[in-house]
């Protein structure tokens, strides 16, 4: 597999304060020297807390905001040196889908207008085969093409969703951005989206930066997973060997502090101390030190190098290696078998007669105002 | 054991512009001992968070039509004067919020406010409210509580802000205590300190807790008992072993089958196909039927009877126990 998008040393600092004549008085390190190699077709997952950069690290990818220092390859072509006009052009092949389906819609364009601006912008398709494209686009993304005259607010969240990621879609990218696509979604919607997104990358080869602070959500997306901490990168895997052994306490935390659908999990709890240090001053050296349990004087002076291992495993921590062994979630969590029989049975189609019970719910409006909130 | 609450048939009717009318809660009833926890699970517009606020009266009167008996140490709530309620919230009735930020007054130091429950329900003086409440912060963990008392809301995190609204709300020991979405805004390792919290809290002060979430995660780790809740009524109640071992209704299933798995990867996540019904005008038959993929004829023609699964387990679903359909 060769890579689409590679970031190397990638920074980017916030000014917070500046006195009366500009000069900076305090500044946020909110990316600090992050390493990222995405290989066409697959899934990056960053993962971490408020603050830890990982939006930041999004939004740099696509140039929407200018690194500090830095260098960022997408199918080896270096864009921070592209001018205005490959810049524009790089759009088409990069898109990003936002959080908050609710503030990311233009809410007075109806959905064909939202999904259309891409398409003239760079002209891809010639107006008269525009409606048809945006017709296609909206049965892409599991949306009855009929409501193409529609405005945002008549559609749930979920269905927003939907509509961003066509919108994304219009230009065909090879790469998306999703800064926590499913995060303001409820639970069932959730798995909708998700899937969607899962097809849409088999079906179309789409490549991902998927954003989130979810680790069961990334479990299921990611081949590849980055924690992140405070602006740097802790520790990156492949997603299945991130789970079964991770080694970074902040991973480790990270993951005993997810709350599992099961009453007494029998899990090792390793919860960490505080709160999130401020990004204006993050503590010296590692930045975990003054919450972890193993920090020794050398994590408070030494900033510990990100350093990988044959397989692709790199951590950054001066003691992992000292550290008792943790196993992973895998094992554990597994639901019980009556639960797991039910679950089955709900998941597999409705059987035969299905059909004739939806007839007789639609004849009689029972069936749930189809689609609108 | 006699429940310290015990809500009968509650009913919440909104009256909204143009004489639309929208049923939010309807027939809710559960109880609840001293010293247990109640999980209210749902999604959003299920109306478990106005189940909270109409158990409180904080529903605005003027639009919302309370039915129903919140019965509470022996007395009905929904009967009691304002001014008996406002006796009671506070004091033996509390409540914490979702967002520490929107719900603590921004120009008050947070000292200030925690005194003001204790000055005014427990007589206290300025000065033995704040060395009271100064306690309450350390009760709660937040470090260096001399220095805190005295600072305003927006100097602290969002973990420490949720921890002072636990202390506000635990000042006068109440009886009972709702928390609505209390972690929701916050990130998981901090998320994780604040159950910690409520889990001591719970041993220590043997308080009725009512927790409103919509994560089963949560509900999981710190509830005794869960009530599932579904387009403004309880669809399923259970001891909570019982609902995550063998849950028996439908939606309750596919909402344990909604949540990616962390134990093994699946190609397709379950859905819960289609979307709430139109609470203004509810069908006189399942409210979940549209959406299930164990419905029948009946689910749609009438009401669905609850029915008893077990010890203080019972589920509104005709095909309840649900062990009939996989056999």
């Known amino acids: ?373 | 054991m006699t429940p310290l609450v015990d809500v009968e048939n509650l009913k919440v009717v909104f009256h909204g512009d143009r004489g639309r009318i929208i049923h939010a809660v309807e027939s809710v009833s559960f109880d609840l001992a001293p010293g247990v926890t109640l999980g209210l699970v749902g999604e959003s517009g299920c109306g478990k968070s106005v189940t909270a606020l109409a158990i409180m009266g904080l529903l605005p009167k003027g639009s919302a039509e309370v039915s129903g008996r919140v019965g509470f140490d022996g007395s009905n709530l929904l009967d009691l004067t304002d001014s008996a309620m406002r006796d009671l919230r506070g004091d033996r009735l509390a409540m914490i919020f979702q967002e520490p930020m929107t719900s603590l007054n921004p120009a008050y130091t947070i000292g200030e406010q925690i005194s003001e429950t204790l000055v005014r329900h427990r007589g206290l003086t300025r000065s033995q409210a704040r060395a009271r409440a100064i306690d309450l912060l350390r009760d709660v963990r937040i470090p260096s509580p001399e220095q805190r008392v005295d600072e305003y809301p927006h100097k602290l995190s969002g973990g420490m802000r949720q921890r002072a609204m636990v202390a506000m709300a635990l000042a006068c020991d109440p009886k009972l205590l709702i928390a609505d979405e209390p972690t929701t805004a916050l990130d998981v390792t901090i998320q994780a300190q604040v159950l910690e919290l409520l889990r001591s809290l719970k041993a220590k002060t043997n308080a009725a807790i009512v927790l409103i979430s919509h994560d089963l995660g949560v509900v999981a780790e710190i509830c005794d008992e869960v009530a599932v809740m579904y387009a403004g009524e309880i669809v399923e109640h259970a001891p909570v072993d019982a609902l995550f071992e063998s849950p028996q209704h439908p939606y309750t299933i596919g909402l344990l089958a909604s949540i990616p798995r962390l134990d093994r990867r699946v190609e397709t996540l379950a859905t819960v196909e289609g979307s709430l019904p139109d609470m203004s005008a509810v069908p006189q038959a399942c409210r979940f039927a549209p959406r299930c993929p164990f419905r029948s004829e009946i689910c749609v023609s009438r009401p669905p009877p609850v029915v008893d699964i077990g010890t203080r387990h019972w589920s509104r679903c005709v095909k309840a126990p649900l062990e009939r359909i996989i056999a």
């Open chain 1, 1 to 373: 597999m060769s890579a689409l998008l590679e970031v190397e040393g990638l920074s980017r600092h916030f000014v917070t304060r500046r006195s009366p004549f500009g000069r900076p008085l305090a500044t946020v390190k909110a990316v600090d020297g992050v390493d990222l190699t995405v290989p066409a077709g697959s899934t990056l997952a960053l993962v971490g807390e408020t603050g830890c950069g990982k939006s930041t690290v999004g939004r740099l990818i696509l140039r929407l905001i200018e690194p500090l220092a830095g260098d960022i390859r997408f199918e080896g072509r270096r864009i921070l040196t592209f001018g205005e006009k490959e810049l524009r052009a790089f759009r088409r092949e990069a898109q990003i889908v936002f959080q908050d389906p609710y503030s990311s819609l233009n809410p007075r364009m109806t959905v064909e207008e939202l999904i259309a601006e891409p398409l003239a912008l760079h002209d891809i398709v010639p107006a008269s085969r525009r409606r048809d494209r945006v017709a296609e686009l909206l049965s892409l993304v599991g949306l009855d093409p009929r409501y193409g005259q529609r405005y945002p607010h008549e559609f749930s969240g979920g269905q927003r969703q939907r509509i961003a990621i066509a919108r994304a879609l219009a230009v065909e990218p090879k790469l998306i951005v999703c800064d926590e696509p499913v995060s303001a979604l409820d639970v069932s919607i959730r798995s909708q989206v998700l899937n969607l997104l899962a097809g849409l990358r088999k079906r179309l080869s789409l490549t991902y930066v998927f954003i989130s602070h979810d680790l069961s959500v990334i479990k299921h997306i990611a081949d590849r997973v980055a924690v992140m901490y405070l602006g740097r990168i802790v520790e990156t895997a492949p997603a299945d060997e991130l789970f079964a052994n991770p080694r970074h306490p902040y991973t480790r935390a990270l993951f005993s502090a997810i709350p599992i659908p099961q009453p007494h999990s029998r899990r090792q709890r390793q919860l960490l101390e505080g709160d999130i240090p401020s990004p204006l001053s993050p503590p010296t050296g590692c930045h975990l030190h003054p919450r972890c349990a193993h920090a020794i004087e050398r994590c408070q002076l030494e900033r510990p190098a990100l350093i990988a291992d044959q397989g692709g495993h790199a951590t950054a921590c001066h003691r992992w290696r000292e550290l008792p062994a943790l196993s992973g979630l895998s094992e554990q969590e597994a639901p019980g078998p009556r639960l797991e029989r039910l679950m089955s049975e709900f998941t597999r189609k409705p059987g035969v007669g299905a059909t004739a019970v939806a007839a007789t719910l639609n004849s009689r409006g029972l069936n749930g105002v189809p689609d609108r909130r």
